[in-house]
């Protein structure tokens, strides 16, 4: 038992109160949900022992538990024929509280390399800040007579707006190269978009989540909206995009029932043909 591993600070930080400060029961409990919700530790318990003159002793318990992951497998469909994955995962990079997400996902006619990290912006908030750098090589050579590579760099902020309900902001900087591969037969729109193409993508997430576990959902619902909105340049319009996406889970019995519904709209901003792979 006890945090031999991570920092006291990434547990501090996570504590709504210093010394000294009156405290309430739903403190403790509320304090106690957002150390279980880091996923960093198998068990959470804060016992309150009262001392003299009204004062109390707040005792942090916590046992610690494995939290990186390395993932790899292969397979082979009809439509993305052979595939190679492999991730590795660390949700605690050296006991910081730090987030390193890697994954390569490798197939006939995609390739996709992503590095992904999250950390607490400040201590004395509740703010987490993202950095991301995403690539990917798809060939629709045989479909729709084109090559596309894109190449992302983005910078985000997630906080809370209340107990259930938290806020993603995610401003990405967008590089798609487009080449042809047979002109007679591919879209104008694709045509005309030869070449690389720069963009900024301004994306907002409200994520509403009741769930009683975000891994492996038995009970509650979750909704998702997303607004994404892209820079026009000189050979793309640029668009608007609504995704609202709901999911509801039910436990009767040993049975979990659960179902899915995604609605969305997208608009240009230059009244053009959206490209076939922004909708």
């Known amino acids: 038992y006890g945090n031999s591993r991570t920092y006291d600070y990434v547990i501090r930080r996570e504590l ?5 400060d009156a405290i ?33 002793d707040i005792d942090i318990t916590v046992e610690e538990k494995q939290t990186g992951t ?26 910081t509280g ?44 045989k479909a729709s007579s084109y090559k596309l590579n894109t190449f992302s760099l983005g910078i985000g902020l997630s906080y809370n707006l209340n107990q259930n309900t938290r806020h993603f902001v995610d401003l990405d900087y967008l590089i798609k190269d487009y080449t042809v591969t047979n002109s007679s037969t591919v879209s104008s729109t694709i045509g005309s978009s030869q070449g690389e193409n720069v963009s900024f993508l301004l994306i907002n997430n409200l994520f509403y989540n009741t769930l009683n576990s975000v891994y492996m959902p038995q009970n509650g619902r979750s909704i998702n909206y997303s607004n994404i909105v892209e820079t026009p340049t000189s050979s793309s319009n640029g668009y608007i995009k609504n995704i609202f996406t709901i999911k509801n889970y039910k436990k009767l019995n040993k049975n979990i029932l659960s179902n899915q519904t995604r609605i969305g709209n997208i608009i240009s901003l230059a009244n053009n043909d959206v490209l076939t792979d922004d909708k």
């Open 98 to 141: 730090r987030s390193v997400k890697t994954i390569i996902n490798t197939s006939t006619d995609r390739n996709q390399f992503t590095l992904e990290t999250t950390d607490r912006l400040l201590y004395e908030n509740d703010v987490d800040i993202n950095y991301n750098a995403n690539y990917i090589e798809q060939d629709f050579s």
């Open 24 to 56: 309430h029961n739903t403190e403790v409990k509320a304090i106690e949900k957002k150390l279980k919700s880091l996923n960093l530790f198998k068990s959470v318990s804060i016992l309150e022992k009262e001392l003299e003159d009204n004062l109390v």
């Open 16 to 20: 709504s109160l210093i010394e000294g």
């Open 70 to 95: 390395v993932n790899a497998g292969v397979s082979v469909g009809t439509i993305d024929g052979f595939a190679v994955v492999a991730g590795l995962s660390e949700r605690n990079f050296y006991g």
